[in-house]
């Protein structure tokens, strides 16, 4: 009966026989109409129909599969509480994409599904506004999503296409390849780090942690290439290990190799740079391997989009990953032995 | 620096200048492989590759456009705080389907992020069971998804199939189409209600609450035949009226032809029973408007399926909906006015 009470308390007394009844927008569709309408849509011709029925309608070109993959991002744990709007926006999107990259596809639609303790209009204004611009730069339509009441967390799903047959997968790394990063890995690391200091300064670190780019165009460039690869969210060496494990096979990298940037040497010591590039998450680079036949061809994609590759090490036959080099001693190396399991999820 | 100070006191001391590290499958992903590995494959070919990559490969039919969908689903918000893994693998999974339904759409694939405060083995096991068995009578592989700590959530984003162009709309009704209902609509809400109360018996109506049927098969039957379509998920008036405003248009409802179940006239008051019915949410039954040229067709399409489908009223010019009948008095139906925005997710 508590239900049918609270049915009966939200009625309007009204005096006639045949109820009119208005439709009301509900706080929820209110909101959503506000902040989410049409978001991207503008980039983009997948969508026959977008958000507001019960489904989002998209067509599929003829020839191509989808990549399709669903991240949460939860307040405290994937971002820090008091991240404004924009930056979480910039984070979600990137780590999102940076999975329809490791593949090879490219860019289609997404939902998003975000819930917040209360309505925030200023973090929903940021949130949407900065999401409209990447997802129109990208060419991402948000096609669906709801909002809930509940602790700040979003969740997204993401959805890809790559000619059918083409995607990258983990698994298919050779023997004899190379291994490849894309940008300086480590970056994100040290600029989270930053923030929870609340240290000045670096902003090129800090940037790399606040916005990082999801590598879609480099993706897209691998295909035909690669034969394995991964995104980096949880450290280099956790997804490197992911491929490799999937490939069944093993990796000698050379620490020496290692593309550190300039910013993480100024602001960690050499052994502390190449624990941040080796183990921290959230820089949503990729890590690749590729016959040396393709050297010449991927070094000039690098050059084309303006992105450093790198290749850091071979693929050998065995199992995990063996390192050397970058200068360091023994006690250095010891000091530096690493638990590979990256970011722990739970 | 205090990530460094992590990072350094997970590292794990070993004397070798060349560190072998094995990759060790981290919580996340060996709760993923316990429970959630291959849920609903065999029934299904659209799967190219499963979870495990950066993410699924589908395959799409072709000639045929995607129906996409998200929804949350909060504890303490969607279902109560002490519900089990069987009853809210159910009720998600239907409330997501139901989407799909109500374009008419196909089963072919969905993702589901969970959030948990801990690692509950037997509530997860109640639930990614029960969530297998659906998935594999549904046609409906889980192809991706992710585990975080939380509050109690879970996030599923559903795609479906439709042959292009043939997806059943919110906004296609027509001035003169009959307004039909699926089902027995309010039962899930006595169902709630009789669950919050903690009282016995009524095992049809509890049973509507806690494994309400995605009407798949009878969306699928409604292409070429409806002329619009919702699903029951905030109240018959509420969803009603979102299909109307879509059409620009406005239905006469015959409260006396609401199909009410024999069980919830026996758990309420005939007053309260239509109340429920035209109020309470969770149903899950599709509403749906169609030519009066199609009754025979639908009539059995119904009987086939042992689905009931009763005409309850007509779509006419103008705006909102207006009812009337029911055997109630004035001051009954004044009694029930109702405030139509069903559940408010805000």
Redesign the interface.
């Known amino acids: 009966?508590?239900?049918?009470m609270v049915?009966?308390m939200?009625?309007?007394?009204?005096?006639?026989?045949?109820?009119?009844?208005?439709?009301?927008a509900?706080?929820?569709f209110s909101?959503i109409e506000q902040y989410f309408s049409s978001i991207g849509w503008q980039s983009s011709n997948a969508v026959?129909?977008g958000p507001?029925?019960?489904?989002?309608?998209?067509?599929?070109p003829?020839g191509?599969?989808?990549?399709?993959?669903?991240?949460?991002f939860?307040s405290g744990?994937?971002f820090p509480d008091d991240c404004s709007g924009t930056i979480v926006a910039q984070r979600a999107f990137a780590a999102s994409l940076?999975?329809?990259a490791?593949?090879g596809?490219s860019t289609h639609?997404f939902?998003?599904?975000l819930?917040m303790p209360s309505?925030d209009h200023e973090w929903l204004r940021d949130f949407s506004s900065r999401l409209s611009e990447l997802s129109v730069e990208f060419k991402m339509p948000l096609?669906?999503?709801?909002?809930?009441?509940?602790?700040l967390?979003l969740?997204c799903?993401?959805?890809?296409i790559?000619p059918?047959g083409q995607?990258i997968?983990?698994?298919g790394a050779q023997a004899g390849d190379n291994v490849y990063v894309s940008g300086s890995p480590g970056d994100a690391?040290?600029g989270?780090?930053l923030l929870?200091?609340s240290r000045p300064g670096f902003d090129l670190l800090r940037s790399a942690y606040e916005s990082p780019r999801p590598r879609i165009e480099m993706g897209e460039r691998l295909i035909g290439l690669a034969s394995a690869?991964?995104?980096i969210s949880d450290g280099l060496?956790?997804d490197l290990?992911?491929l490799?494990?999937?490939s069944q096979l093993s990796a000698e990298l050379a620490l020496d190799k290692l593309p550190l940037s300039k910013s993480i040497l100024r602001y960690?010591s050499h052994q502390?740079a190449i624990?941040?590039a080796l183990?921290?998450g959230d820089d949503y680079e990729l890590c690749f391997t590729a016959p040396d036949t393709y050297k010449h061809e991927l070094s000039e994609h690098a050059k084309d989009l303006g992105l450093a590759l790198t290749c850091i090490g071979i693929v050998v036959e065995g199992?995990?990953?063996?390192?050397?080099g970058g200068g360091l001693s023994?006690l250095e190396?010891?000091?530096?032995?690493?638990?590979?399991?990256?970011y722990?999820?739970?």
Do not use: W
């Not at 191509?64 to 949460?72: P, Q």
């Not at 999503?145 to 509940?150: H, K």
């Not at 799903?157 to 890809?160: A, E, L, P, S, W």
């Open positions: 009966m508590v239900l049918l049915l009966l939200v009625h309007i007394m009204v005096g006639s026989p045949e109820k009119m009844i208005e439709n009301m509900d706080n929820e909101i026959v129909l507001g029925d019960d489904c989002a309608i998209l067509s599929v003829l191509y599969e989808l990549c399709v993959s669903t991240d949460t939860l744990i994937h940076s999975d329809l490791a593949m596809a639609s939902t998003c599904a819930t309505v096609v669906g999503g709801n909002m809930t009441r509940g602790p967390s969740t799903t993401v959805i890809g790559a059918a995607c997968r983990r698994g690391g040290a989270l780090a929870i200091d690869a991964i995104d060496l956790a290990g992911h490799l494990e999937a960690a502390d624990a941040l183990t921290a199992e995990g990953i063996s390192m050397k023994d190396l010891s000091n530096l032995e690493l638990d590979d399991r990256g722990q999820h739970f």
